[in-house]
């Protein structure tokens, strides 16, 4: 075959199956990540109680040879941290900078694995999410030496001229039905609501300021979900400023209503059946800085 009539055919080729080819778009980071439920262990293994809960804005600590507070080792310790995060349904890329060993867990499922001694390393990971609310969780352990860790988030897309992309296999989660949250302006939830609005996920950090239309320095929440669960035993988890209620079913599953500055309060294990249940937090904040997390997990 002539030379010149090899080079058009492929010329022609190109013209056109090249605008039909996947390219990657350059991903974009998550600006969301920030509000961690965070606990501290003073062991390798998350054995016991925590000796630490608080809430963190970011995963990205870089320890040295210190302990992360003066009540931890500097040593053989081990983190947790749980958020919802509410994105767009779409592929993203966790990346976790540590010294020594992670986890990734999305909605229960363990996705990354390098729970292990080792020095300073990378590791990444790709999931598709459903959007609407997901639970990540991130643990980390420190067996000796240095200690680090930073979390990176990304959602990687496809360039406009893409062909269409494959279905996506979503980690899956329960449902994505929104909170159902009320407002009241006083610390009892007295009275008719003055606010109320729907929300994807319970991570609000409101600061020094207030809630929409909320005049008074103290001012009570209520929110209500309906979710569908699977068979398992739960641990729900509520970090708060000040004062906070929860309830599963019906059933007083935390109950640390009284005025706290950022603590973290837990449930024991809840044993729960498949299927849909009522899932109601009710919270308080006396004024100052008022902030409300609620996650869960199962243990």
Known sequence: ???????????????????????????????????????????????????????????????????????????????????????????????????????????????????????????????????????????????GGSARVQLKAQRITLAATAAPQRELRPVSKSNNRPWEIAFFNNTELKGEPIHTLQATNANFDWGKSKPKLVTQNGFSVRMTKREYLGAGNYRFIVAADDGIRMFVDGKLVVNDWQPARNHISRSTGLALDTGFHEIVVEYFNQGSSSQLNVTWELS
Do not use: C
């Open 1 to 143: 075959m002539p030379k010149s009539l090899l080079t058009a055919i492929i010329t022609v080729f190109i013209m056109l199956v090249g605008p039909s080819i996947a390219k990657a778009a350059p991903p974009t980071p998550i600006s969301s990540l920030a509000g961690w439920n965070a606990e501290y262990w003073d062991n390798a293994e998350q054995n016991g109680e925590p000796i630490l809960s608080r809430m963190d804005g970011a995963i990205n600590f870089n320890w040295g040879n210190a302990a992360p507070n003066s009540e931890l080792p500097s040593d053989h310790f081990s983190v947790r941290w749980l958020q919802t995060i509410s994105v767009p349904a779409s592929r993203y890329r966790f990346t976790l900078y540590a010294d020594d060993g992670i986890r990734i867990f999305v909605n229960h499922k363990l996705v990354l694995n390098r729970w292990d001694n080792q020095g300073y390393q990378v590791h990444s990971v790709t999931v598709d999410l459903e959007g609407g609310g997901d639970l990540v969780r991130i643990d980390y352990v420190d067996r």
